[in-house]
């Protein structure tokens, strides 16, 4: 299986300070622009790029002792006669010597890195683009539990009707066009 995993950080629980109108014909939404900021959540995320499903799971900090828990969980998750490829960013977290001890026990993942300042190529970023503009970015959260259950509710509908990301370009269609760009001068 090959799996496309990455972290979206300090995920915040905020409730406006009045509500926003709803949309009417003519009429944006509108929401307020001060709001109430209860707590932070991280989001650990793993696009099954096969099936398009995403295991998720909610976090209150961002270290290597939990990577290493959603590693667990993901482990547990797939058949064991499965080898696990895993595309994700070279973070401190994901090459901390207790993640490469815990890799180095479990022979069937293979970890592979994307270049630095590119973590845009890693396909699970395109879900954490849909779980921001779907479910968060507009969303009312009085607390840190709201806001990890809309996310749970989110994987879930997302899970039910998965679908994996295709390309809808050839790769030679991406190269001719990227070779009519202009090359920088020194």
């Known amino acids: 299986a090959v ?3 990455d972290e979206k950080t300090m995920i915040q629980a905020l409730d406006r300070t009045q509500p926003g109108l709803p949309i009417r014909p003519g009429k944006a939404g509108t929401m307020t622009h001060d709001y109430k900021r209860n707590g932070t ?3 650990y995320a793993a696009l ?3 099936s398009g499903e995403v295991v998720g799971q909610c976090t209150p900090r961002h270290r290597h002792q939990e990577f290493l828990s959603f590693l667990r969980k993901l482990d547990r998750e797939f058949p064991k006669l499965l080898d696990l490829h895993v595309v994700l960013d070279n973070s401190s977290t994901h090459s901390h010597p207790n993640v490469r001890a815990w ?3 479990h022979p069937r993942w293979t970890f592979h890195f994307t270049p630095t300042s590119a973590s845009w ?3 699970v970023e395109g879900f954490f683009s849909a779980i921001t503009r779907r479910r968060i970015r507009r969303g009312v959260f009085t607390s840190v539990a709201d806001l990890q259950d809309a996310i749970r509710r989110y994987l879930r509908e ?3 009707d998965p679908k994996p990301f295709v ?3 050839t790769a030679e269609t991406i190269l001719t066009k990227i070779s009519r760009l202009p090359v920088p001068s020194d």
């Open 3 to 5: 799996l496309c995993l």
């Open 41 to 43: 959540t991280d989001l």
């Open 48 to 50: 099954d790029i096969l």
């Open 103 to 105: 890799l180095d026990a």
């Open 121 to 123: 190529i890693n396909a």
């Open 158 to 160: 997302h899970n039910r």
């Open 167 to 169: 390309w809808t370009k």
